[in-house]
């Protein structure tokens, strides 16, 4: 089967993830969990909407044992740079439910041993042109 984890080996899943839906349900927020696949990487864990604190994409992580993934090293400064905000939260407690009204936090869990943020405008110019040779267009 694969790669298929089982709950228990799943620490940001069972010790973040799980109560801090519960807190965000609990104050009337209406939540989405995602699931990365094959098909969908980089995606923060939840997408939270409310009707008066509007909706936010958020990221679990267990304080001191996280790391970002690949596609997320990718993806997220490039959501940012379009306007899409990620908040990381560690626990499900007032601190952690407080930096939702704070700015985007994702930021301050990148790792100095992971290096620099990556240029957005390289990165983007990057991917257009290998969007471009997929589609067999090619600069001349």
Known sequence: MGNIRKPNE????????????????????????????????????IYAMHRKWGRRWIDCKVEGRYSFTRAQKIKWPIWEKYGTPIWIVTGATEDDYAKLFQPPNWRDYWRVKWGELPDIDKLLDELIREQADDNGFFDC
């Open 10 to 45: 799943r620490p940001e899943y069972n010790l973040v993830q799980v109560p801090f839906v519960k807190l965000l349900t609990a104050r009337d927020w209406y939540c989405e969990e995602t699931h990365g696949n094959a098909f969908q990487t980089g995606f923060p864990d």
